[in-house]
């Protein structure tokens, strides 16, 4: 139908319901049928009002509402694919804000604490002398406990050469010295581990420092390079 006859058929209608004595403007819907052509009508039939995709206009031919065609199951999942897709954009960029703050308050206290690649190594270096004062100590107990362990050894040995029993106390000296050298050795390991972390960390402090001093932070508020001793204790890495 063209838009020629599209008019004529909202001016029969205008004519009709005037002619009928209607005071009160009548609402009309159109449509386009199965072929593509399009439908005005005063009642809408239940298909199209189901499925939508029709304008509400007046006999005049003003559209007072468009009602968009019903989406298909497969647009409905794509919208909550894309909603689903949203959603994790923004938690991903809610993370990389919130991790950009923790970057520059550590950025901060770095630049606070240190004021040159050889402060950041002098603490560490007194981190890792405090370790050692305890590995030292700690060798010490296992050589003390080593001989310890030794004496009871021979002596359980000359019990048994002789053909008693070795004594009950004897037996749990062995033992204990044991399990003490065992413990010991374990907090060796440990803080060889440690002293391994900590040069690691304090490597990541050195580099990120040169970094700061050649590319400073558009937003921080610290200069890049400090001229005053640090007044605050140093990042604990």
Not at 2 to 9: E, L, P, T
Not at 12 to 37: M, N, P, V
Not at 193 to 202: G, L, N, P, R
Request: hydrophobic share 30%; glycine share 2%; aromatic share 4%.
């Amino acid at each position: 139908m063209s838009s020629y006859w599209v008019k004529i058929a909202l001016l029969t209608a205008a004519t009709l319901f005037c002619s009928q004595g209607w005071t009160k403007e009548i609402t009309l819907y159109r449509y386009k049928d199965k072929d593509g052509h399009p439908v005005i009508t005063s009642t809408l039939p239940s298909d199209v009002a189901d499925k939508g995709g029709y304008d509400i206009i007046s006999p005049r031919g003003n559209v007072l509402e468009t009602v968009p065609p019903a989406k298909t199951p497969e647009e409905i999942a794509k919208d909550a694919q894309n909603l689903e897709k949203a959603k994790e954009a923004d938690k991903q960029a809610e993370v990389a804000r919130k991790q950009a703050a923790i970057q520059a308050k550590k950025d901060e206290i770095l630049l606070k604490s240190f004021t040159s690649e050889q402060d950041i190594i002098r603490s560490r270096d007194e981190k890792i002398a405090s370790i050692e004062v305890l590995e030292g100590i700690t060798k010490e107990n296992i050589t003390r406990l080593q001989k310890q362990l030794d004496d009871a050894k021979v002596l359980a040995q000359k019990h048994q050469s002789s053909g008693q029993q070795i004594p009950e106390s004897l037996q749990k000296m062995i033992e204990e010295s044991q399990r003490q050298i065992s413990d010991n050795v374990n907090f060796l390991n440990r803080k060889k581990a440690e002293k391994d972390e900590i040069h690691a960390k304090y490597q990541e402090l050195v580099n990120r420092f040169h970094e700061l001093q050649q590319h400073p932070q558009p937003n921080s508020s610290q200069p890049a390079q400090p001229q005053t001793a640090p007044t605050t204790s140093p990042p604990n890495p």
